[in-house]
C-alpha cells in the first residue's frame, strides 16, 4: 500500500478510536485555541483535541491536495505522556504509533 493510502487509513482509525473512547468534541475550540504557537498547542488544547482538530485535519488537507507529507514526525511520546490516565490510552497510542512508524519508513 502506498504511504498516502496508508496514512488515510491510520487517520480514519484515529477518528474512530478517538471517538469510541469519548475522545471527540462536538464543538471546535475557540480559534485563540487553534492559534497556539507551542508545540501540540499545549498551552491551549487537550492532547486528545490537538488530534482531533490540528493533526488530523493537517494532514487530511496535505492528503486530499497531494502536497508532499512530512518526512519524519513522533507524537507518540507526547500522546503516552498526556494520555496515560485516559480512557482507550492503549488503542490510541497503537495508532499513534503506526503513524510514526509510517513516517520513519522512507
Same mark, same amino acid.
Given at each position: 500500500?502506498?504511504?498516502?493510502?496508508?496514512?488515510?487509513?491510520?487517520?480514519?482509525?484515529?477518528?474512530?478510536?478517538?471517538?469510541?473512547?469519548?475522545?471527540?468534541?462536538?464543538?471546535? /475550540?475557540? =480559534? +485563540?485555541?487553534?492559534?497556539?504557537?507551542?508545540?501540540?498547542?499545549?498551552?491551549? $488544547?487537550?492532547?486528545?483535541?490537538? *488530534?482531533q482538530w490540528?493533526?488530523?485535519?493537517?494532514?487530511?488537507?496535505?492528503?486530499?491536495?497531494?502536497?508532499?507529507?512530512?518526512?519524519?514526525f513522533e507524537?507518540? /511520546?507526547? =500522546? +503516552?505522556?498526556?494520555?496515560?490516565?485516559?480512557?482507550?490510552?492503549?488503542?490510541? $497510542?497503537?495508532v499513534t504509533?503506526? *503513524?510514526?512508524?509510517?513516517?520513519?519508513?522512507?
Amino acid at each position: 500500500m502506498d504511504k498516502p493510502r496508508h496514512c488515510q487509513l491510520l487517520l480514519d482509525r484515529l477518528t474512530t478510536v478517538l471517538q469510541t473512547h469519548e475522545h471527540w468534541d462536538v464543538e471546535r /475550540p475557540p =480559534v +485563540e485555541a487553534l492559534n497556539s504557537n507551542q508545540p501540540f498547542a499545549i498551552d491551549t $488544547l487537550r492532547c486528545e483535541q490537538w *488530534l482531533q482538530w490540528i493533526f488530523i485535519p493537517k494532514l487530511n488537507h496535505m492528503l486530499a491536495m497531494k502536497m508532499a507529507l512530512p518526512a519524519a514526525f513522533e507524537i507518540s /511520546p507526547y =500522546v +503516552e505522556e498526556a494520555m496515560k490516565e485516559a480512557k482507550g490510552y492503549r488503542a490510541i $497510542l497503537a495508532v499513534t504509533r503506526e *503513524l510514526d512508524q509510517l513516517f520513519k519508513s522512507e
